[in-house]
């Protein structure tokens, strides 16, 4: 099997058909490392045991400044989009097209919670039509 351990989608574990879904996960997982600046071991260990709570001012690389504006807006999109990413279930994944172009239209939500009262569940919630609009992509 080619991958890097912690880089690897979970159902790889029970089976050895890599799926575009397989990559998604991947990338979602080095999206939380850039926004880290570490790798999210503990993290994903805490999503896998549903711990939706966790704020999301408190995964941000605590060796930069707090974002605010645009820059705020721009990194919650891209926690939201690797949060979806590495969904346990394959099918809830986007389509890399999908987040290609989230990102490109730079979707803004107007966020009634401030940053830092902003949870991993808030995040789901927002943006939980990129995931279920999969099943009409091509």
Not at 38 to 48: R, T
Not at 59 to 83: C, N, W
Request: aromatic share 6%; charged share 15%.
């Amino acid at each position: 099997m080619v991958g890097s351990y912690g880089y690897i989608a979970p159902e790889l574990a029970s089976s050895t058909k890599v799926t575009e879904k397989c990559d998604v996960y991947s990338f979602g997982v080095v999206a939380l490392e850039v926004l880290m600046g570490k790798h999210p071991q503990e993290l994903l260990l805490s999503l896998q045991s549903g711990e939706y709570n966790l704020l999301l001012a408190n995964i941000f690389d605590k060796r930069l400044t707090p974002p605010s504006g645009h820059i705020m807006q721009d990194l919650v999109l891209a926690a939201t989009l690797a949060l979806i990413c590495i969904s346990e279930n394959p099918m809830s994944r986007p389509t890399m097209r999908q987040v290609s172009s989230e990102l490109l239209t730079g979707a803004r939500l107007p966020l009634s919670i401030p940053l830092h009262l902003l949870t991993l569940q808030n995040l789901i919630d927002m943006f939980s039509h990129i995931g279920s609009q999969q099943a009409t992509s091509p």
